[in-house]
């Protein structure tokens, strides 16, 4: 069997230590199969030879069967004597060169890269494709995060054959290898340790599908594929471009989904402050949402800043109307210096009509005090006001420390339990649009899939990144640079 790009966009890389109580390895490789896996390679570190002579037979007349390519992790022998599709060999296994010659022309050579002068090795003697990692730290790799970015994106570059990146690779950092032209994924635990292989299969597939761009089988570069994910933004526009619809089309965009929007109000504004604002009628804020959900029916819904009650009703009676599924809710209602900025009756209103809709709600620490009718002033009260605020609306809740409080720590309330985000401090002034940008981030990695926590631990990442690059524009507190993932491709 060959293998070519196509089937090497999702790559399951077996490891029987996840395996549950009275579960057969073939049983978790057919629900990774069910699920959208369509390459399968077997690695095995402590078996005897008759074992996993056995078991690589087992698992490749389950793949032979199923039409997926199988090939086994560095023993060649055991590849040629089950009559597996193919053998993958590292950098310390033996050479390219001679596995070629040993497995013949027919079967498949996968070989590890690191740097760009191995890839180009590997290609010259006969290597199939390359698997280039780790990506990301891991702990079934000893060289984990040793492949940047930039090498990945070289690597792709300098070689016809398909890429495949390997190491670390999860729901929630899969879409930030978009653009460096790897044609795949290769995981372990983010699909045989899941509790539902087949269903985060599933997951990945779609995402692989979305974020994996393969070569031309000439080598040449095809266009970017089109985004699968779709999510949509009601909010204010902010005519500065920092926050606002703007922030969270950008933001979205820059998170791999195609974004769309219904204005609640526009302003008059810039990094100075606001000088005016205009609130569209609900009558029009329903024909917007009208327009998009039986279209193009959103994956995730972002709410922003909705400053009255007669508005927020009518969000609420369509997002019932479409079933909307994913619903990030910004309660926009405090300033972080305490300034109320949306009256008391819309308050209610949002209490009453979106917060028992939303899937999360993030709100800073004036915000959630409002909600919770508590005082914070430690990371327990943090921890005591998001339980409180998700156990009285039934949604998740992000409570968000902000530099007042606990830095850039922010906490989870969800199905129960409560998870720390810890996050790095970064030392920038220009902090306008941090809300808005943070819970689109949320929506757009919802969208795709990614479940809540690796989908907030993403946007967490990507709100880093923004504020790191240090853009300094006007004259007052200036916006984040939403597109700073481009300086890295």
């Known amino acids: 069997m060959n293998c070519s790009r196509k089937s090497l966009n999702l790559y399951a890389v077996t490891d029987r230590r996840w395996l549950k109580d009275g579960e057969r390895l073939a049983d978790a490789v057919t629900a990774a199969i069910d699920g959208g896996t369509n390459f399968v390679q077997l690695r095995e570190k402590n078996l005897g030879h008759d074992e996993f002579l056995a078991e690589a037979r087992e698992i490749g007349e389950l793949c032979r069967a199923r039409g997926v390519p199988f090939v086994v992790n560095d023993d060649v022998s055991i590849a040629i004597e089950s009559g597996a599709d193919g053998v993958h060999v590292g950098q310390s296994d033996m050479a390219a060169g001679d596995v070629r ?16 002068e191995e890839a180009i090795e590997a290609e010259a003697r006969g290597a199939d494709y390359l698997g280039v990692g780790a990506v990301f730290p891991t702990g079934s790799k000893d ?34 290898l978009a653009g460096t032209g790897i044609c795949g994924v290769a995981v372990i635990s983010a699909i045989f340790a899941q509790p539902e292989i087949r269903e985060a299969t599933a997951r990945l597939s779609r995402l692989c599908a979305a974020f994996c761009t393969p070569p031309s089988p ?40 195609f974004a769309m929007s219904a204005v609640t109000a526009l302003t008059a504004q810039n990094t100075l402050g606001v000088t005016g604002i205009m609130e569209v009628s609900p009558e029009f804020l329903g024909l917007q949402l009208d ?5 193009i029916p959103p994956d995730a819904v972002k709410i922003g800043m909705v400053s009255s009650s007669a508005l927020i009703a009518a969000i609420a009676a369509k997002l019932r109307q479409y079933s909307a599924r994913n619903i990030v809710l910004d309660p926009v209602m405090v300033a972080t210096s305490g300034a109320r900025l949306i009256s008391e ?21 004036p915000e959630a005090e409002v909600l919770s009718g508590m005082s914070i002033r430690s990371e327990g009260d943090m921890a005591a006001a998001a339980r409180a605020i998700g156990e009285r609306f039934g949604c998740a809740v992000l409570c968000k420390g902000g530099h007042s409080l606990s830095d850039a720590n922010d906490v989870l309330f969800a199905n129960g339990a409560l998870r720390w ?21 949320i929506a757009a990695n919802l969208a795709k899939g990614v479940q809540m926590p690796d989908a907030i631990a993403a946007a ?20 984040m640079n939403h597109a700073w993932r481009l300086d890295k491709i």
């Open 101 to 116: 010659r040993m497995i013949g022309p027919d079967r498949i050579l996968g070989v590890s890269a690191q740097t760009v």
């Open 143 to 176: 060289d984990a995060d040793a492949v940047s970015r930039e090498t990945l994106a070289a690597i792709c570059a300098a070689v016809k054959i398909p890429v495949v990146a390997i190491g670390g690779i999860t729901e929630g950092n899969l879409p930030t």
């Open 218 to 257: 000439a080598g040449a570069r095809k266009p970017a594929r089109k985004a699968a994910f779709t999510a949509l933004t009601i909010a204010g526009s902010d005519s500065s471009g920092g926050a606002g619809i703007q922030a969270d089309l950008k933001t979205m965009t820059m998170n791999g989904v």
């Open 291 to 295: 327009a998009v959900f039986t279209d």
């Open 345 to 365: 009756d819309a308050v209610e209103a949002l209490e009453r009509e979106l917060l028992p809709l939303a899937s999360v709600t993030t709100p800073n620490i």
């Open 421 to 441: 985000f810890r996050g790095r401090r970064i030392d920038n002034p220009n902090t306008h649009g941090t809300g808005c940008t943070l819970s689109s981030a």
């Open 460 to 479: 967490k990442e990507y709100i880093s990144g923004a504020l790191a690059a240090m853009l300094d524009l006007g004259h007052g507190r200036g916006p």
